[in-house]
């Protein structure tokens, strides 16, 4: 019998959301994006019931701390923290009063005596811009305003450590500070670089940089944690002196890398000028890649194409502070309207799923036998973040693949084209699509043995509606010329093993093999008619025909495994009528603008979802009672209102509850709305696919 799902509805409004003492807009998040950029520059704080900036250290992802932070504020001689939890003497923790978060900002106020601080983490979402958007910093600007109309003298203290650089105390690092008219940039790095090893998810090489711009009453030190800060709380200055015993080890004597900047007496700094920091994480190489013949080759960072070295890039995105500000304007600007034309509900979750998906690519150049890069090979890589750490997982991409289509769909060529160069260069054995480009981030060394982890009928569908989206999307046909014969090879497979899937995986892998799954079936048939339509859109009759063909006869037979006897659901898999699942893979059907099925099975799942929602959402299907927050939103996608609006409520419920303390889950167990061990994974891009609908 139907439950009442209104009824079901008002039952949930008594939810329990994390009400922490100060305000929050539009919620609590389990974990607040600070520095969030890059596989390696993504720095939250994490929250469960509401944890305040100043009293928490921020972490890596991993959970793992980066205690190396302490922001201080003197306020007519008397200090205040804003930022890391305290230990030190000499200060007290300003009061926190204030949370919001938008797509690509995280702000805090403090109350620190007789003035308000607003303090801001940008971390800059630009996809129109390639160079922008893969520049590997992020912002911090910090603005003092009074509170009672009377001048104050304020000073501003920001350091970090060179725990940033390793999770080891004992790890050797080097450091620098250059001090030009632009900038004053402390740069910190490990002694022994290991360009593409990780440890506990943080790479072995590169530099951390925390810079501010150069200009009266900025002064800066490097040294001994205890020494610098000391200095600080007692005259509000620092001595501008670097300390050269090194490299010495991260805990020897805690070196920090410190900037002051002395404000005078102001009632407020102007809007368009706080105290503004960067920090970033840099690397050269990024990435290793396998090319034809089976060499590895060592990619550059995009930024590159533009700046020879840093220090030119720190200035560059230090000026453009104000100009970044504007985009992030316009972007929360787009997200109300076209999110919240949906709900405001919805548009809270895309604003907090931005971030954490974009972070998860890097962009990359070749480069030349010299040393020089070549700005006409570009390609993207991608870390399968938590979940294993897979390069470029084709499964990973697809469910992203909203993001790309709702920023700009380019990003998503250049992360499938590293799959063509590999499959077209002879070194994969396999007939069906590739599963991932490499074990581990960030080497992209291929799978010679064909031993990835298989997914046959996912990738090779996969392939094909992504293909076919992009192209509708942009127009740009060229990746589909250069590659179809290989899309052909692809379809073969599909029509031998969709209608009826052989026992394998699907993306839900934990959820483990299986045979016929209704769901994989529908994702083959959906990508056979795909073929069909990317057949056209070349001129291709004859093949687009017969794809069409083969797709629309899989349909018809398909309906008679894989509906339940007494016509009420989809299986799990054909004959098991006690078992159902979300068949998400229906979203790829409308995405493309294929229709092959029919509207009564759109109707059929959309009532019988409407008696399993719970408080925290619907079941990914009847072998656990875990969940898949991406999937569950492309059932939103398709379903009615009534049904739509109740899986955004659940998933707003589920991530501002205070149970869980990561960044965004996609994975977790839905009675409960604990998360599992999957976070700040890339998936949550599929969280936009209300925006992508033709
Ligand atoms: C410090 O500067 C030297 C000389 O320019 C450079 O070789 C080294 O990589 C720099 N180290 C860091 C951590 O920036
Ligand atoms: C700031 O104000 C204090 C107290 O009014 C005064 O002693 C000090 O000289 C002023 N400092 C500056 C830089 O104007
Ligand atoms: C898969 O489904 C087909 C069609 O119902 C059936 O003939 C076949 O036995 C099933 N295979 C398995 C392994 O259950
Ligand atoms: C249609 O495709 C099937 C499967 O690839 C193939 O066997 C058949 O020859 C094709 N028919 C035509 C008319 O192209």
Request: aromatic share 10%.
């Amino acid at each position: 019998m139907l439950l009442s799902s209104l009824g079901l509805l008002s039952l949930l409004a008594s939810a329990t959301r994390a009400a922490p003492s100060w305000t929050v807009e539009p919620f609590n998040p389990p974990a607040i994006p600070l520095a969030v950029k890059h596989p390696y520059l993504n720095v939250w704080l994490p929250q469960g019931q509401g944890a305040e900036l100043n009293r928490n250290w921020p972490r890596l992802w991993t959970g793992d701390v980066r205690p190396a932070v302490f922001r201080y504020v003197r306020v007519d001689g008397k200090a205040y923290s804003w930022l890391g939890a305290s230990g030190n003497p000499g200060f007290t923790p300003a009061t926190q009063t204030a949370f919001r978060f938008t797509a690509s900002r995280s702000e805090f106020k403090f109350t620190a005596g007789p003035v308000e601080l607003t303090v801001t983490f940008l971390s800059p979402v630009n996809t129109d811009d390639l160079l922008r958007q893969t520049i590997p910093f992020s912002y911090l600007s910090v603005a003092v305003a009074s509170k009672d109309g009377a001048a104050h003298n304020v000073q501003v203290y920001n350091d970090i450590s060179a725990e940033w650089v390793s999770t080891d105390p004992n790890a050797d690092v080097y450091w620098n500070t250059t001090v030009s008219s632009a900038a004053i940039s402390h740069s910190v790095g490990l002694r022994y670089q290991a360009p593409f090893e990780e440890n506990r998810d943080l790479i072995r090489s590169g530099t951390v940089y925390l810079s501010t711009p150069n200009g009266d009453g900025v002064t800066y030190q490097t040294g001994s944690d205890a020494v610098v800060r000391g200095l600080f709380l007692s005259t509000g200055a620092l001595s501008s002196t670097k300390d050269t015993r090194q490299p010495r080890p991260v805990e020897d004597q805690w070196p920090v890398f410190a900037h002051a900047i002395n404000l005078g007496n102001i009632t407020a700094t102007p809007a368009n000028k706080p105290v503004l920091f960067c920090i970033g994480h840099v690397r050269d190489p990024v990435v290793q890649y396998i090319v034809k013949g089976g060499a590895l080759t060592e990619r550059a960072p995009y930024w590159r194409s533009r700046f020879a070295n840093v220090d030119p890039m720190i200035s560059f995105f230090l000026a453009d502070w104000v100009n970044a500000m504007g985009v992030a304007h316009n972007l929360d600007a787009r997200v109300d309207t076209e999110a919240g034309k949906i709900s405001k509900d919805y548009a809270s979750l895309v604003k907090l799923s931005i971030r954490q998906a974009l972070a998860t690519f890097e962009v990359t150049l070749g480069k030349n036998a010299d040393g020089s890069v070549n700005t006409n090979d570009v390609l993207a890589f991608m870390k399968e973040i938590s979940s294993n750490g897979n390069m470029n997982t084709i499964d990973v991409i697809f469910p992203f693949w909203p993001i790309v289509l709702w920023t700009n769909p380019t990003i998503g060529k250049l992360l499938l084209e590293p799959h063509f160069q590999y499959q077209t260069s002879g070194l994969y054995p396999n007939k069906w699509a590739l599963h991932d480009m490499g074990a581990h981030y960030p080497r992209a060394n291929g799978h010679n043995d064909g031993n990835d982890e298989a997914m046959p009928v996912e990738e090779s569908g996969n392939m094909l509606i992504m293909m076919l989206s992009y192209a509708q999307k942009t127009g740009d046909l060229s990746q589909i010329k250069q590659y179809y014969s290989r899309l052909q090879q692809w379809t073969e497979f599909l029509i031998e093993d969709s209608l009826i899937p052989a026992d394998q995986l699907s993306t839900d892998d934990f959820a483990g093999r299986l045979a016929n799954q209704t769901n994989l079936a529908i994702k083959g048939i959906v990508g056979i008619k795909a073929m069909g339509m990317i057949a056209e859109l070349v001129g291709d009759a004859e093949s687009a025909a017969n794809y069409t063909a083969i797709a629309t006869s899989y349909v018809e037979q398909f309906q008679t495994f894989a509906i339940a006897k007494d016509g009420s659901h989809l299986t799990l898999s054909y004959g098991h009528d006690d078992t159902w699942g979300l068949a998400y893979n229906l979203f790829g059907d409308r995405l493309i603008g294929a229709n092959i099925f029919p509207q009564s099975i759109y109707d059929m799942q959309n009532a019988w979802y409407k008696t399993k929602l719970q408080k925290y959402g619907i079941i990914l299907d009847t072998r656990n009672t875990w969940s898949k927050s991406d999937w569950q939103l492309w059932i939103a996608a398709i379903s009615d209102d009534e049904l739509k609006h109740g899986i955004v409520s659940s998933l707003v419920r589920f991530y501002s509850d205070g149970i869980n303390s990561t960044p965004m889950s996609d994975l977790y167990y839905v009675p409960e709305g604990r998360e599992n061990a999957f976070k700040a994974r890339p998936v949550v891009g599929g969280h936009l696919a209300l925006l992508v609908l033709p």
